[in-house]
């Protein structure tokens, strides 16, 4: 038996806890005209989540990954790509009549990928509204397409490009389209912002982490109790990391037969592995970073800013930054998110 614990990328099947009401409010919304906005911070669900739902859908659907979005003529590109991959042949040929500017199309034999490119000096507007336009061709009141645009907040980096998109979506009807970020406060920004394009366009949800029982049993099924409750004390559910000391462990007992300390041996590891990136990141920090790390380091499971002696509108600013970064995030209270960096941190202090 191979490793049971699975992290990094989407998960699924057996690798797949939990999320029941969650996915039933995606499949809900999915089944309305309404679009979605899935906000959490980065490595908590998002992505396998929405892969659960697309796969119990017969509905047709594309999952373009922001991040990897450079122009907007690469999206178009992209979004066409995939249409390709869902419409074979001369379907595509037929829908594609509207068409003002042609793109050149090659197939990977090798992978069966759809490469679309366009020629870099026409006009990307054209080239967005005519690929938007081919989202709405192939969507219909029964058969409504679902377009998933990941790590969305990544559309800032383009100019111009949030208002675009916006000025096409809403002209459409009969497609979902499905919205996740990573960064909560761009994503409050896009979405929640009165001026912002995207002002209120989707329904929002918000993912937490995995509840407790559930994924002690989850980890104890696969290791044993005292080792999930161990395992869990010190990442407090969070789903990522949950999953890679857990794999650490399993390797332990499993592969090097290792009977005792386990959880402090798979914490040591992983802290070492990451040793020179966790002195790079510090090294990065100024001053009042560090003070501010070093606080939430000591403070697992208490709220540092109830503690009357912490918040300072300094303190704050610095929480804030640190939570744009991704360095901390806010739960019930605000914590270093990777539990490896809080207990390098704390074993620095
Ligand atoms: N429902 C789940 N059950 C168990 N582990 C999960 C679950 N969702 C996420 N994970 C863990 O978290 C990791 C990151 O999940 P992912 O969907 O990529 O998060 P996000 O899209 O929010 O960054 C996965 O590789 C897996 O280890
Ligand atoms: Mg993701």
Redesign the pocket.
Known sequence: MGNP???????DGQ?????TKELQYVEQILQSENHLVLI?????????????ALEQTTRKHIVINMQSVTSVQNFASRLMGALFRLYPGEKMKHLMTHFRVVPTVSTNPMTGSVDVSFNPSMNSDVILEDAMELLQKVSTEKNRLIVVL??FQEIDGIKGFDKQLRSIMQTQQHINYVF?G?QESMMESIFEKKKSPFYHFGQLMR?AK?PYED?KQ?VAERLNEELAEEILAFTDC???????IAAQVWDLVNYEHEETDLIPKAIERLVTLHDLDFERLWLNFNKSDRRVLQELSKSVGNNPLSDRSFPTSTTFSILKKLMRQGYVIKTDRYEIEDPFFRRWVMERG
């Open positions: 614990f699975k992290f990094g990328t989407i998960v690798y797949f806890t939990d999320r959490s911070p980065r490595r908590f669900g998002k992505s396998s989540l929405v892969n659960k990941d790590e996740l990573s993912l995995i994924f989850y969070h789903p990522y990391y949950t999953q890679q």
